[in-house]
């Protein structure tokens, strides 16, 4: 199983950045994918959120408006990042969770620093 996340980097404040999660080695189409990040000193949270089926998303309130999350049929899961504050600074994660054995696959992190 991998989970490689690429796109992350250094923005400006309004900037914006694609980040990107390449899967292979389990059955993508059946696993919920996420974004989840860390900042230094603060505890992992949930970004997004995208079904298997790709028909419902979720967002934490403080990208809502900014993020988008994308799943396509060639086992990537993309996160559109717009208007970037400082404040969404952090190692962003690929998740891929089994829904029926609630296991967890994770990427290894992007940096993603937003400043000027």
């Known amino acids: 199983v991998q989970l490689v996340e690429s796109g992350g980097g250094l923005v400006q404040p309004g900037g914006s950045l694609r980040l990107s999660c390449a899967a292979s080695?389990?059955?993508?189409?059946?696993?919920?994918m996420s974004w989840y990040r860390q900042a230094p000193g603060k505890e992992r949270e949930l970004v997004a959120a995208i079904t298997s089926a790709g028909g419902s998303t979720n967002y934490a309130d403080s990208v809502k408006g900014r993020f988008t999350i994308s799943r396509d049929t060639k086992n990537t899961v993309s996160l559109q990042m717009n208007s970037l504050k400082p404040e969404d600074t952090a190692v962003y994660y690929c998740?891929?969770?089994?829904?029926?054995?609630?296991?967890?696959?994770w990427g290894q992190g992007t940096q993603v620093t937003v400043s000027s």
């Open positions: 080695g389990f059955t993508f189409s059946w696993y919920v």
């Open positions: 998740n891929a969770h089994d829904p029926y054995t609630r296991y967890d696959y």
